[in-house]
């Protein structure tokens, strides 16, 4: 479990922020790969702060995808300095086990950034409400009839929604802030990502 030091917050603790990603505008935004990792690694742990072990399966396929996506930088570092030129050059090898786990990472980033938002603009919103709307707008429509009880379960074990802020830290402007410019930075990210992996030349 993440300790938050007083006057300190959940975010402080985290090794890299989305913020800190290197996004080259000159170069088709294209995405540092090391750094995307290592923020999408940090932002995981987030889950361990709703505290619930129904969350497990959530975390876990996050970590999964994190790990193919890894294992293909470990193999072709050359050729994967950024998330773009991983895909590129791992399809031309007729593979796709790093894309399609970049691609459902990308959907599992997506639906926690939509959760957090929903959340950060609707005070009066329990927890529950905004992960259960984002999963139904993010990952619901790809999972199978097997997987949805499973994710839907961890939308209905959610702390309330003021104990989760006070286990952030107990600086709510402070968290509230954070907050705000982390989902910020990863909203931009998985933005790119999306139209990207949309695109002809990320498919397989």
Known sequence: ???????TTFFDTIPKSFADVPIDAANGDAIATAEFLEAASSLVTLFDVL???AFTPVKNDLLGNIKKV???LNQAPDESRTLQD????ELKTKK????EGLLWLVRGLDFTAQALRHNINNAASELSVSFREAYGGTLKPHHSFLVK???SAAMSATPYRADFY???????????AQMDKEIAALE???????TFLDSKEAKW
Do not use: C
């Open 188 to 194: 931009k990210n998985v933005a790119i990502l999306k």
């Open 166 to 176: 006070k286990k952030l830290g107990d600086d709510q402007a402070k968290v509230n």
């Open 86 to 89: 991983l895909v590129r050059n």
């Open 149 to 151: 009880p499973i994710f």
């Open 1 to 7: 479990m993440v300790q938050i030091a007083p006057g």
């Open 70 to 72: 890894q294992d293909r």
């Open 96 to 99: 796709h086990t790093a894309t």
């Open 51 to 53: 505290g619930s072990a």
